[in-house]
């Protein structure tokens, strides 16, 4: 007997947005193994300008699993490393409380709204 198994995948969608001293990153859809490396890259050419201040807008993501919370470290550690500002914009709530859970709400910088985010 086989199980087949229908699921709606959501593809990530990323939009860059450019705002005075800082570049918005907005995410809609699923971060996940299917979806990392593709933001993984498009965050490279990003940091690649050197952006001062560099906001993750995760207010529309649906979903994160473990690949999508190595994508977010591995960028706090850019950020950190090459001494520019990194804040994620607060997701939905099965998105905080994957952060709560790993305890990386207590190692990123997490704001309500990106427009709060100073350069």
């Not at 860059?16 to 001293?21: I, W």
């Not at 952006?51 to 529309?60: C, E, F, K, Q, Y």
């Amino acid at each position: 007997m086989y199980l087949c198994a229908s699921f709606d995948v959501t593809p990530l969608d990323v939009t860059t947005e450019q705002h005075p001293g800082q570049t918005r990153v907005v995410l809609i859809g699923e971060l996940d193994i299917a979806s990392s490396e593709g933001l993984e890259n498009e965050l490279a050419a990003i940091e690649a300008d050197s952006p001062g201040t560099l906001v993750l807008d995760l207010r529309r993501v649906e979903f994160i699993d473990s690949t999508g919370l190595r994508a977010l470290v591995a960028a706090d550690e850019r950020a950190r490393s090459e001494g520019r500002r990194l804040a994620v914009v607060r997701g939905p709530n099965a998105v905080e409380r994957l952060l709560a859970l790993t305890k990386l709400d207590q190692r990123l910088e997490i704001v309500d709204d990106p427009d709060s985010v100073g350069t």
